[in-house]
């Protein structure tokens, strides 16, 4: 207990920083859930593409440490851009493959939740492929040396350099720290409003209410799913980028225990219900924080879900609760 009181600031920035990470994914499942009431568990596969995408662009584009500030603003623009378009992509692909032949085929939810299980898997182990890409491309020798070693941790360089910004309880918060919580609630915010008042944000939230009256009204449910699948897409890309800049290593596999946790994250705060998805990310990250200095780091992922049981036995519906389709316009 002393030592988490000792460390208590860096604790909690640190928290609120993977904190931000998680809730940013968890939005994907949040959307999918609310709009088809499937768990996507292939979402994480999702956000592993697009930390893989942040880290080609870097490396094709000569990124590294110590840039001039217009250099560092213009890779970390192009991460945004391919690590979004990437997991878009992959996340429409998804849907299209995997989940729209079974839905006109009015197949059982369970089938779909093996279809998204096997499809996680696909998709992982495509990324595990990956150095054979090498040998069928003309790739340069800087780029190769990141597909090569397809089953190895792969590292970006930290095109930003850590700066503290200012100093609370000891902790010396960073610029990183800074841009990464303050980037996911600024994208939530925008995802927000666009569910609000966008055109295509009632009909998600239509086709989330009642399927059969939008039908009705002349929304076209398919167009619907595969706008939720590519916001959700775009979202876990967003958090690749804050991953890959706090983080800076990924793997093929990097997206499972995230993928949980994220998961977690939208259950903890309200399966359905975006703010949920945000609060639930900041509470999740919180809480692993403290429960590892509390417990030790081995224990990290355990108190994760002891606490989702926990506020599950007195709120079953999540801390917020309210779904995507009963969410005011």
Known sequence: MQYLLDNFFSFTITGLTIGAVYALVALGYTLVYGVLRLINFAHSEVFMFGTFAALWVVMLLGGKGGGSIGQVIFWVAMMFVAAMAMSGLIAVLLE???????????????????????????????????????????????????????????????????????????????????LVIVGAIAIMVVLDQFVKRSRLGRGIRAVAMDPEAAALMGVNRDRVIQVTFL????????????????????????????????????????????????????????????????????????????????ILLFRPTGLLGESLGKARA
């Open 96 to 178: 299209r493959v995997a989940y729209r032949p079974l839905r006109k085929r009015n197949a059982p939810p369970l089938i779909a939740l093996i279809s998204a299980i096997g499809a996680s898997f696909v998709l992982a182990e495509l990324m595990g492929l990956r150095s054979r890409v090498a040998s069928w491309v003309g790739l340069d020798d800087n780029l190769r040396d990141y597909v090569r070693n397809s089953r190895n941790n792969a590292g970006m360089p930290a095109i930003i350099q850590p700066q503290p910004i200012f100093t609370i309880g000891g902790y010396h918060v960073t610029n990183v720290d800074i």
């Open 231 to 310: 916001v959700g897409g775009v979202m876990a890309g967003a958090a690749a980028v804050f991953y890959m800049l706090k983080i800076g290593i990924t793997r093929y596999d990097a997206g499972f225990i995230l993928g949980v946790k994220a998961f977690t994250a939208a259950v903890l705060g309200g399966i359905g219900n975006l703010r949920g998805a945000l609060l639930g990310g900041f509470i999740l990250g919180l809480a692993e924080n403290y429960g590892s200095a509390l417990v030790g780091t081995q224990w990290k992922d355990v108190v994760a879900f002891v606490l989702l049981v926990l």
